[in-house]
């Protein structure tokens, strides 16, 4: 292997990284209204599990509110269910035409609950791009075990240093920046 390909492989793992973090920080709601909220609930429809965007138009008015509107009237009861066992702390409410999700103003609890779950989502991250640093590393001393010059071998894991500092500084920006978003009153 040479040095390109190991950096490039580093590379693509530690944006795969960050990439998960900026969806699961998408999926933490902030206070204000986002259809992201609604992302991994299902609702039966003609017999599979679709995702409610699939069986309704999902649209938001306002900073506070949600609205679903089922293409099929029968599906509305399905998707309050639906709804209220996924716990996401939302009570929907219908006025048998369409559902209406009102985004409730965040206590402080709940936002340093929700700074501390974004914590955890980047521990996690962070963890990712070590991760893929440490492989690269390793793969720098495999190859200069199979004949790669060891200055080659030393610039690659400085490269690979150096690329995880870059992708961290990505990472604490997308962090701030939520953790900011949350904790605006």
Known sequence: MDTKTIISEASARMQKAVD???EELLNIRAGKASPTVLNGIFVEYYGTQTPISGAASVTV???????IQPWDKNLIRSIEKAIIDSN??????NNGEQIR????PLTEER??????????????ARISLRNA?????EAFKKAQKEGMPEDESKDGETQAQKLLEKM?????ALIEQKEKEIMTV
């Open 101 to 104: 999700l009102s985004i409730p």
């Open 20 to 22: 998960h973090l900026e």
């Open 111 to 124: 936002r340093k609950d929700l700074v501390k779950q974004v914590r955890q989502e980047a521990e996690t």
């Open 168 to 172: 961290s500084k990505s990472l604490d």
């Open 61 to 67: 008015p306002d900073a506070k509110t949600i609205l």
């Open 133 to 137: 640093r440490r492989d690269a590393v």
């Open 88 to 93: 996401i702390g939302l009570t929907p409410s």
